[in-house]
T-cell receptor, first 112, second 111 residues
Framework: SQQGEEDPQALSIQEGENATMNCSYK?????LQWYRQNSGRGLVHLIL?????REKHSGRLRVTLDTSKKSSSLLITASRAADTASYFC????????????FGKGTHLIIQP | SQTIHQWPATLVQPVGSPLSLECTVE??????LYWYRQAAGRGLQLLFY??????ISSEVPQNLSASRPQDRQFILSSKKLLLSDSGFYLC??????????FGNGTRLTVT
């Protein structure tokens, strides 16, 4: 079953606006990661936030994690047309080698 | 630097035919290797993962199998494809607790 669920499923905004995507998960996690996927391509890792962290920044990306609510958000500031992609959250349950569990993703469209 | 190669990029196969998808990683040793499948408009489903040569763990019962004949080679196979095997197959690697690094995927259409 899906561990992470992104919300909204699709988001369309104007270039220059901020985009916020949310992720909820069900069980305790070791860390939560966000990935980006351009159409027809593999996923690219964006940012990892550990369970003992509340906020993390990387360039125009800001990720928050609320373990009490089992939720995370990804904020992309000053969006660009090139940010158009699908964004997935993924959770690592035990920090081991047994892979990540992905949500269904948010499809983000940036209108030029 | 590390790279991951996955081929073919696209594949059209008839129902009942065999399948072999190959993934190789360069620039790292003893990686953890993964096969994921992505159905249209859906998230990723973990199919298999491997922590070493000959060590395969399966996440879901299915018509597919995986093998790891060499440290940096991961193969996804089927003896007889089903229509439901269509999808986008992604290979990925990681070391220790690092994020996953994905290949560019194989689009499989079973007709």
């Amino acid at each position: 079953s899906q561990q992470g669920e992104e919300d909204p499923q699709a988001l369309s905004i104007q270039e220059g606006e901020n985009a916020t995507m949310n992720c909820s998960y069900k069980t305790s996690i070791n860390n939560l990661q966000w990935y980006r996927q351009n159409s027809g391509r593999g996923l690219v890792h964006l940012i990892l936030i550990r369970s003992n962290e509340r906020e993390k920044h990387s360039g125009r990306l800001r990720v928050t994690l609320d373990t009490s609510k089992k939720s995370s958000s990804l904020l992309i500031t000053a969006s660009r047309a090139a940010d158009t992609a699908s964004y997935f959250c993924a959770t690592a349950l035990r920090g081991g080698a047994d892979g990540l569990t992905f949500g269904k993703g948010t499809h983000l469209i940036i209108q030029p | 630097s590390q790279t991951i190669h996955q081929w073919p990029a696209t594949l059209v196969q008839p129902v009942g035919s065999p399948l072999s998808l190959e993934c190789t990683v360069e620039g790292t040793s003893n990686p953890n290797l993964y096969w994921y499948r992505q159905a249209a408009g859906r998230g990723l489903q973990l199919l298999f993962y491997s922590v070493g040569i000959g060590q395969i763990s399966s996440e879901v019962p299915q018509n597919l199998s995986a093998s790891r004949p060499q440290d940096r080679q991961f193969i996804l196979s089927s003896k007889k494809l089903l229509l439901s095997d269509s999808g986008f197959y992604l290979c990925a690697w990681s070391v220790r607790n690092s994020p996953l690094h994905f290949g560019n995927g194989t689009r499989l259409t079973v007709t």
